[in-house]
């Protein structure tokens, strides 16, 4: 007797079936190598306790998370998915990029996990978000990275640059956790969702976490220089870049200039595309941030900008940012 043949339907799903087997292995895998270093944090505000979740980013017990999880906190505990708990403290907190650092107060050896190159991002990656939505712990979802570079306001009420978008469903309690790629590399802290919308989540970039950990470890705060502007990253019109012999193939566009600031003062307008500060090629935000270092504080630094057709070269004097 010869077998009835497939529906259309039945054909679709028997033909995608090893893309469906690739796509679970992956997300298993990454999982697999992150989950056990994703933890969840109690933060007690005096008679309030709440909670979220964290990363430990070294085995002696350095742990990343959200500014706003534990900002003001009076005890903090971190527990992991194996079962320890151990309390915390505080190292530094830094509101201005919604991302802290903290320390377990115990001599144990704890599963970290690997901050990988948010700079390498492309929309449409797969995009895994482990952490502890409502208390539930280690719950995984997936999406993709919907978009990068882009802006919003952190806690403080400053603009944070260079956050991943993605459609990876997040929760009260997903804050401070991990957002993961397909490799099982930490691309970003997830951080925020917007109230009513569907998909629509962002998570600090893992480079942005990389300096901010960096400076947190060796002072405890991040000094910064600030020229007063929000940017975010596009794509260089190619016509463009041909015509004024520029290898790169995007820039930072100036969304906002602060008044009064240094960038207002240098006559940075909305719009500009940025191109090079102090001679290093700008291709984004996390680039400008990274050029803003607390060493660039007071300096008199040329800025490449595209206005329209024009190239123009602008001098910008950072300032500290309180």
């Given amino acids: 007797m010869l077998d009835a043949p497939l529906s259309p339907e039945a054909d679709a799903l028997a033909d995608d079936a090893p893309l469906f087997d690739a796509y679970s ?16 944090i109690a933060a007690q ?8 979740s964290g990363v430990v980013m070294s085995p002696d017990g ?4 959200n500014s706003h999880v534990v900002h003001g906190a009076s005890a903090l505990l971190v527990a992991l998915p194996d079962g320890r708990r151990f309390p915390a403290r505080l190292i530094g907190d830094d509101p201005d990029t919604d991302l802290a650092l903290l320390r377990v107060e115990h001599d144990a ?6 901050l990988g190159d948010s700079g390498l991002l492309r929309p449409g990656q797969l995009a895994i978000a482990i ?5 539930f712990e280690n719950t995984v979802t997936a999406g993709v990275v919907s978009a990068t570079g882009r802006s919003m306001r952190g806690p403080a009420g400053r603009w944070i640059e260079d956050v991943i978008q993605t459609d990876a469903a997040l929760n009260p309690g997903n804050s401070g956790g991990a957002l993961v790629d397909s490799a099982g590399r930490v691309i970003g802290i997830n951080s925020a969702v917007i109230a009513g919308a569907q998909g629509i989540c962002f998570a600090i970039a893992a480079n942005t976490a990389r300096h901010v950990l960096g400076a947190l470890v060796r002072f405890g705060r991040v000094r910064r220089a600030f020229i007063g502007l929000s940017a975010q990253g596009v794509a260089l019109p190619r016509r463009l870049a041909l015509r004024h012999g520029l290898d790169q193939a995007r820039a930072a566009q ?10 207002a003062a240098a006559r940075i ?3 500009d595309l940025i191109i090079a500060l102090g001679g290093a090629p700008i291709e984004g935000p996390d680039a400008l941030l990274r050029c803003l270092s607390g060493e660039r504080l007071g300096e008199r630094i040329e800025l490449v900008v595209l206005r329209g057709d024009s190239l123009l ?10």
Avoid at 131 to 135: D, I, K, V
């Fill in 313 to 322: 070269r602008l001098a910008v004097t950072p300032i500290e940012r309180a």
């Fill in 25 to 40: 292995r992956a997300v298993v895998r990454a999982v697999s190598r992150v989950g056990p270093a994703v933890a969840q």
């Fill in 131 to 135: 952490g502890n939505p409502l208390g």
């Fill in 45 to 52: 505000h005096g008679r309030r306790g709440g909670t979220g």
């Fill in 109 to 114: 050896v704890l599963p970290a996990a690997e």
């Fill in 254 to 263: 100036v969304m906002e200039v602060q008044r009064g600031g240094p960038a």
């Fill in 269 to 271: 307008e909305a719009g």
């Fill in 62 to 65: 350095l742990v990343l998370t």
